[in-house]
């Protein structure tokens, strides 16, 4: 029993963060000589290497080349094929006075099915890419992977129903292509269920991460046919509160049901150079395929698709299987959860294993790992300084270390204070530590402004230290007021937020069965029983870090970056689960060495993260353009990321410029680096404003190369009816401030915004800035970047502004 006290929590620990880290772990490719109607990423890795060949942004000559390449494989899958130009629109911002919009050209492809009256299935990727990234993941991962599930559905039987196959234009410029299809397209009317795939990063499982509205029985049905699905409803709800668009968001306003993929390891290639065809993980493309064909064959094969019923609550379990049930159900789960706890509580009261006091102690301690636990990583993160792009993407390359060093951290935190509660520690010194880190939040991370997080959860930190401290609390006392805390988080997290129920219900649940065993059984002198009550718990504990640790790891992906502290929410979901075996651990006498070399380890593994060098593996971003002013005759070069590296240094001040920050409206929000640079001849863009009636035009004619043009306008009064290319759209303006247009694939013969003149005089700015392919033919490029860093955004593009004004 001695070795299970030493060893017993750091076993358990261990190998569940193991087996979560397995779990996590995209499954291995499926290989080309598989039968026809399986799906095969080794097969798909082919449309891969075509597609993300180089950068093919809307607008470009690449997305010319891509497009040529799809039509020909929709063909060569005997599918009907189909070319839908069109315009898309898009508003980010609520105040009306920004839009993007474009030309795009979605391709489709459709398989017949069957009866051709019944609803279809839509299966969505997009084939565009942002500029300087050839898209492997993001998304021609998804375009290869809907080609390969068309080429085996056409091996295997008709289906019963049309499955369409849209490839949607100008995605990384706003949904655009999206907005086309789903606002006008007439075979939208047709869509019965979609099914959308995405990436943010480019390699891991391929999570559901997203479903239409009223879902239970597509649920059901994907967890019955995917292959090793891995989905999770909390994660679903929180993504429909949160900013975050893909094309399936247009599918979800129309009020389509559908599930939606992607997979978001590896974010350094998101949007990056890294994103080549070689550096995409094979098996998370193979991921798409297993869930994504499975789930289509069955839509597609059923005499009916699902019905709407109401929203399930569903979770993989250790990326093996999807359990998907009613919010019912939900309920019912956890008031057995309640039921155990309840038990548990009045059986420790009345065979004396714990009192009212040692139980409220408990819940305290239990709180208090959450607050310490969320303070320390949120200081952890006010430390790392992410203020911009740069030092985000630069953290991104060093993501691993990041992880492991947060969650060493937690463990030592936690542990802590499970150490300081079997042992009755002092409680001033922690208190004031608390208090200590809570104002440090203020300090660190930029100049010193208040926290209110920092602040509350130090104060916080501190109360609970005194509650929760103090004198020594047992096992029992521990362990059940940690089930009771538990509990409480649930029931809220139900009423709340009834998707996210999984998270705490299915944790509590394992835990409070095996403090149920222990007191139902507990006291005996049989050695066999003893053992086997210890394996159990053993076991629970494995059982929950292993669940705990895959949802954790997936949700620090997403948001633990910039977010750290959120992984402490996953400590409090494994705590009451570990505790036994931490009491255990900490009644030995040195018990707090290990305990402060894990939280130091752990914060060298995060220091690490933040000091760590660009190597050519995980390189950092950099960035340099060509600007040429028309309407001064003036040009730069110019970076519009917030630091300059030796290599954009150089690039900027080749021509003899010296590089400072200066503003360039109305373009910019923030300073752009620009340093003087020789003009060039440039065929011009033509800026046109002219009076039609009473109407105000202002038509921009692109230049040879225009990947897309940024028009921005002030009016010194009043104008409304706006109109583009003749069409109505939302845009509004505001007297004596800028408005926003940005068009992307503009055609050769012009763009044209019009507006009605709501008074007699007036006047209005215009500035349009054009964004071209490569460095200007007559400028020398400041050539290859170094090893370590990796071009961004406007990086190696030409920029074109001009000018005007018209006033009546």
């Known amino acids: ?146 080609l390969e599930v068309a080429r085996a559905l056409k091996a295997g039987p008709t289906p019963v129903r049309d499955v369409i196959f849209l490839f949607t234009d100008g995605e990384e410029q706003g949904l655009l292509g999206a907005d086309a299809f789903f606002a006008r397209d007439p075979l939208r009317q047709k869509v019965g269920v979609v099914i959308n795939m995405e990436a943010r990063g480019d390699s891991g499982r391929a999570a559901m991460f997203q479903t239409g509205p009223q879902n239970g029985a597509l649920m059901a049905l994907f967890a019955r046919e995917a292959r090793r699905p891995a989905a999770n409803s909390l994660a679903a709800a929180v993504y429909d509160k949160m900013p975050n668009d893909t ?119 239990f709180l ?94 501190a109360m609970l230290v005194w509650a929760s401290l103090g004198k020594p609390v047992g096992v029992l006392g521990a362990w059940i007021g940690a089930l009771v805390g538990l509990l409480a988080l649930a029931v809220a997290t139900m009423v709340l937020l009834p998707g996210g129920s999984v998270m705490t219900t299915w944790p509590l649940l394992v835990a409070a069965l095996a403090a149920v065993l222990v007191l139902a059984k507990g006291g005996t002198r049989d050695r066999r029983v003893a053992w086997a009550l210890t394996a159990c718990v053993a076991l629970a504990a494995i059982v929950v870090v292993v669940q705990v640790g895959a949802w954790g790891g997936w949700t620090f992906a997403g948001l633990g970056v910039t977010l750290p502290a959120i992984l402490a929410a996953f400590g409090l979901l494994a705590l009451p689960a570990l505790i036994p075996l931490a009491h255990d651990f900490s009644a030995l006498k040195l018990a707090a060495i290990p305990a402060t070399l894990v939280a130091a380890l752990g914060g060298g593994l995060v220091a690490y993260a933040v000091l760590a060098g660009a190597t050519t593996a995980r390189p950092e971003l950099t960035e340099a353009a060509h600007l040429s002013d028309l309407s001064s005759g003036q040009a730069w070069r110019i970076s519009t990321l917030p630091r300059l590296d030796a290599w954009s240094r150089g690039a900027l001040a080749a021509q003899g410029g010296t590089p400072v920050q200066r503003d360039l409206p109305p373009f910019f929000r923030s300073k752009v680096w620009m340093a003087e640079a020789r003009p060039v001849p440039l065929d011009p863009p033509q800026l046109i404003l002219e009076q039609a009636g009473e109407r105000l035009l202002v038509r921009v004619i692109p230049g040879p190369g225009a990947e897309y043009v940024t028009l921005r306008i002030k009016p010194d009064g009043m104008l409304a009816g706006a109109r583009l290319n003749g069409r109505p759209i939302p845009l509004t303006t505001k007297r004596g401030e800028w408005t926003s247009l940005t068009y992307h694939a503009p055609d050769p013969n012009g763009v044209t915004l019009s507006f009605s003149r709501l008074n007699g005089t007036g006047r209005v700015e215009a500035a349009a800035l054009e964004t071209r392919e490569g460095w200007p033919r007559a400028a020398p490029s400041p050539g290859a970047k170094p090893d370590g860093l990796m071009g961004w955004g406007l990086s190696d593009k030409t920029l074109v502004l001009t000018r005007a004004s018209v006033s009546w």
């Not at 070795?3 to 979560?20: D, H, N, P, T, V």
């Not at 395929?289 to 250790?318: C, E, H, I, M, W």
């Open 368 to 461: 208090l790992v959450g607050t310490s636990g969320a303070l320390v990583l949120h200081l952890t993160g006010k430390l790392l300084h992410i203020a911009d792009l740069q030092a985000h993407y630069a953290l991104l390359g060093r993501f691993d270390p990041l992880l492991l060093g947060c969650t060493a951290i937690l463990v030592g935190v936690a542990l802590a204070v499970v150490i300081g509660q079997a042992k009755g520690a002092a409680r001033i010194w922690p208190s004031l530590l608390a208090l200590a880190a809570g104002g440090a939040t203020c300090l660190v991370g930029g100049p010193p402004a208040l926290d209110p997080v920092g602040v509350g959860l130090g104060a916080a930190s």
């Open 1 to 146: 029993m001695k070795a299970i006290r030493l060893l017993g929590f750091w076993i358990c620990l261990l190998l569940g963060l193991a087996l979560a880290a397995l779990a996590q772990r995209s499954p291995a490719v499926t290989p080309a000589s598989a039968p026809p109607d399986a799906f095969s990423a080794a097969r798909a890795m082919a449309d891969v290497r075509v597609i993300a060949l180089r950068p093919h942004p809307t607008g470009s000559t690449d997305i010319v080349r891509v497009r040529d390449h799809l039509m020909a494989r929709i063909s060569s899958l005997g599918l009907e094929l189909s070319v839908r130009a069109d315009e898309g629109y898009t508003t980010p911002r609520n105040d009306g006075r920004w839009m993007a919009a474009g030309a795009v050209q979605n391709v489709i492809g459709v398989l017949p099915g069957a009866d051709r009256s019944k609803p279809a299935v839509l299966i969505m990727s997009h084939y565009d890419s942002v500029a300087n990234s050839p898209g492997a993941a993001d998304d021609a991962a998804g375009v290869a992977a809907a």
């Open 247 to 365: 094309d399936f968001t247009h599918a979800v306003k129309a009020g389509l049901p559908g599930l939606n993929f992607a997979f978001i390891d590896d974010q350094l290639a998101y949007h990056t150079p890294l994103a080549k065809a070689d550096h995409l993980d094979q098996g998370s493309l193979q991921h798409f395929g297993d869930q994504v064909l499975p789930t289509a064959r069955a839509l597609a094969s059923g005499a009916d698709l699902p019905g709407k019923a109401p929203n399930a609550v569903y979770s993989d379990v250790f990326g093996l299987f999807l359990v998907s049930y009613p919010i019912e159900v939900a309920w019912g789960l956890l008031a057995l959860a309640g039921v155990l706890v309840l038990y548990a509580l009045v059986r420790g009261l009345m065979i004396r294993g714990t009192s009212v006091v040692e139980l409220l102690k408990g819940l305290s301690g």
